[in-house]
């Protein structure tokens, strides 16, 4: 099985990498050998992330990009294939958020969310391709529940990566005939994420929405990290247009619980 999993020499290119979910992701891939490119807007952020990431005792770089501006996205992209050449996995992960009701949500806080989640994806994944290995490349994108969830004070989000998910599946189309496999991955709720610690605040609030994880638990970053491993392995080389949650089961809704209401006679 290791084998399927080394990405000895191989490129991995992370939008948003410079933390939480994204920064795990680009651990995981230079923990199996990957050289590692990142993209964030914070130079400082982002040059602490890749002395993380070099501490796996891989190759990493890391430029200050805005997946909101075009120009900077294909400098960053340039740079790392003429470093490295083709880009052998691309994931894209920025993403903006904060919990608004829709009537007390500014239209430029509207459109900010729109702006980094699904317009950065689209120019992050429509200004790679001409550096993505082909055939061969993955290129996941990290969408959330939100994007099949109606979720109240997340109607950006919703809006946001319900595009992200449709623009996965459009993509798996157009690029198939390049060999190219375009994915999402849905985390569920991740332990020690900016998401976790803005919409989960307490501990009555965490206790509560645990109950509506069939695993009973959050999920790590390296859960997704090892799913992000995965569908850019050969083992899921027939694998292209699927989103995927990675959330121990969450987005199952947790069913109906009659037990609360009914008394079932025991077995005889």
Known sequence: MDEFLDFQGRTVFVAGGSSGINLGI????????????IISR??????????????????AIGIAADVRNPEA?????????????????????????????????????????????????????RLAHQYLKRPGASVINISAPQSYVP????????????????????????????????????PGPIEGTEGIRRLVPTQDAMDRML?????GRLGTKGDIANMALFLSSPLCSYVTGAVIPVDGGRSLGGGSDLSAAVTFKESE
């Not at 680009?26 to 490119?37: H, K, P, Q, W």
């Not at 130079?43 to 005792?57: I, K, N, P, S, T």
């Not at 319900?162 to 994915?183: K, Q, S, Y």
């Open 26 to 37: 680009a651990e995981g891939f230079a923990a199996r050998g990957a050289r590692l490119a």
């Open 42 to 59: 914070s130079q400082e952020r982002v040059d602490a992330a890749v002395r993380q990431l070099q501490a796996h005792g891989g190759e």
């Open 211 to 215: 109950k509506t994880v069939p695993l």
């Open 73 to 125: 996205v294909e400098q960053a992209l340039s740079t790392v294939h003429g470093k490295w050449g083709a880009i052998d996995v691309l994931v894209s992960g920025a993403a903006g958020n904060f919990p608004a009701a829709a009537l007390g949500m500014s239209p430029n806080g509207f459109r900010t969310v729109v702006d980094i989640d699904l317009n950065g994806t689209f120019n992050v994944l």
């Open 151 to 186: 979720t109240k004070y997340q109607a950006h989000v919703c809006a946001a990566k319900a595009g992200v998910d449709m623009l996965t599946r459009v993509l798996a189309i157009e690029w198939g005939g390049d060999g190219i496999r375009v994915n999402s991955i849905v």
